[in-house]
């Protein structure tokens, strides 16, 4: 059983609600409010009606007398005290779905959330509290007390919304928080932390422009109010930007997370899953590579002894010569949703649409492109909207790119060249340099 403030005040069995009236379902919830404390006659009076009738007492009386048979039903016979003209109500914390809710946020916010495991700490137990904290609290108790509790506890939910958002985007699970975080800076959009936890939600997930956005509506929320924009509100729009790598997921940011393992997530049309699947295993030379399909992705998590270089180049290469389907393909290192949001995202359709001939494209995290060979960063464009890199495999340069050239009139004099004609070397002489232009670099005479 359990007593509930949240949506309809009552005591609930089995998930059914006790037969209470409706004067003595406030009463209950004032008491569960004060956490077992006593409550004096006169506060009672004032949470039951906003003017109180001459008759306060004897209705009082009678509301105590109803509630204290519903407890009893319930098995709290003496949970109900009085004395020196005070009330109390004694019921294990446990069982008061308020005082649950205060309890697992202050777990939250005393793990420590500057580790992964402290982090799925705060996690579990934020997801458990905002579970029990559904619906409108105090419904149905229609007096200005109330009114100003209600308040209370609507703003002790939004504070959890947010510090849940901040958890699951330190996990890496920031697209799942766009939702929360959007409608939390939509009615607050002059709150300077739900500003930078919104613009750094939609950063990470890919949506840079939208980031920007955010801070656009703060501005201007703030000069409605005659108000300046904190210059923690001008740095995080400035990190966004820039790309700070310091925006990434604390997870992401750990010692060693750079040696973790890679996650893959695949994207074809659904009816290529199976085949495309089945290829996975001669791509990487390896037999023990966990695979799954799910949410229309084909997702693989590669062994840890594989190293980057050999999956972004061996590979994958080896997979875009055996593909005969569009595929793109999302690497990101240990996060699924980071894999899952470069596949997906535009700038891959993009160059493999503009590949002609070319059946895979790929598109990696920012930390992966740092251990891309030198020689090959040539051949990656930059992916404005998920904060990464893209590459068709197969060509030097990314598709749609011309080769930088000068114009005849930038072009110096072909005295740079050093040629050999039959083993001598003619330095600095127009005739062989205009003909080694034409010859060679589809120059005209």
């Known amino acids: 059983m359990d007593f509930r403030v949240w949506e309809e005040v009552g005591i609930y069995v089995e998930g059914h609600r006790a037969d209470l009236g409706r004067k003595a379902s406030w009463l209950l919830a004032r008491l569960l409010l004060n956490g077992g404390r006593p409550v004096s006659l006169e506060s009672l009076y004032e949470w039951l009606w906003d003017d109180p009738p001459a008759s306060a007492e004897t209705e009082l009386a009678k509301q105590v007398g109803e509630l204290r048979d519903a407890l009893a039903q319930a098995g709290f016979p003496d949970a109900l005290q009085s004395k020196g003209g005070l009330r109390s109500l004694k019921v294990p914390d446990g069982l008061v779905d308020v005082r649950k809710f205060s309890t697992l946020v202050g777990r939250a916010r005393s793990a420590d959330r500057r580790t992964a495991e402290g982090l ?3 996690a579990s137990a934020l997801a458990e509290a905002l579970a029990l904290a559904v619906g409108d609290p105090l419904a149905g108790v229609a007096t200005s007390r109330a009114a100003g509790e209600r308040l209370q506890l609507q703003a002790a939910r939004r504070d959890a919304q947010q510090l849940a958002a901040e958890v699951g985007v330190e996990l890496g699970h920031h697209r799942e928080q766009i939702e929360i975080v959007t ?3 939509s009615a607050h959009p002059e709150d300077a932390a739900i500003t930078s936890l919104t613009a750094r939600t939609l950063y990470l997930s890919g949506r840079a422009a939208d980031a920007v956005d ?5 501005r201007e929320a703030l000069d409605e109010c005659g108000l300046r924009v904190s210059q923690e509100i001008q740095d995080m729009q400035t990190r966004v930007l820039r790309d700070d790598p310091g925006l990434q997921p604390l997870v ?3 010692p060693g997370a750079s040696e973790g393992r890679l996650v893959l997530a695949l994207k074809t049309e659904a009816r290529g899953f199976e085949s495309l699947r089945a290829l996975i295993p ?7 590579i966990a695979v799954r399909i799910t949410t229309g992705h084909l997702l693989c998590d590669l062994p840890q002894d594989i190293s980057p270089r050999v999956v972004l180049g061996r590979g994958l290469g080896r997979l875009s010569d055996l593909v005969r389907q569009p595929v793109s393909a999302g690497v990101a290192m240990g996060d699924f949703d980071r894999a899952h949001d470069l596949a997906n995202s535009r700038s891959a359709f993009e160059q493999l649409r503009a590949a002609s001939g070319s059946y895979l494209v790929i598109a990696i995290s920012s930390e992966l492109y740092e251990l891309v060979d030198r020689l090959d960063r040539v051949a990656y464009c930059r992916a404005e909207d998920v904060n990464g890199w893209v590459r068709v495999p197969g060509h030097s340069l990314p598709p749609g790119r011309p080769p930088e050239t000068q114009s005849a009139e930038q072009k110096p004099a072909q005295k740079s060249y050093s040629v050999v004609f039959n083993g001598t070397t003619s330095i600095g002489t127009q005739h062989n340099g205009d003909a080694v232009h034409h010859n060679y670099f589809g120059g005209e005479r």
């Open 282 to 288: 001669d791509a990487f030379g390896r037999d023990d």
């Open 252 to 254: 992401n940011q750990e």
């Open 183 to 185: 409608r939390l800076h």
């Open 214 to 218: 955010t801070f656009t509506r703060h």
């Open 120 to 122: 799925r700490g705060a």
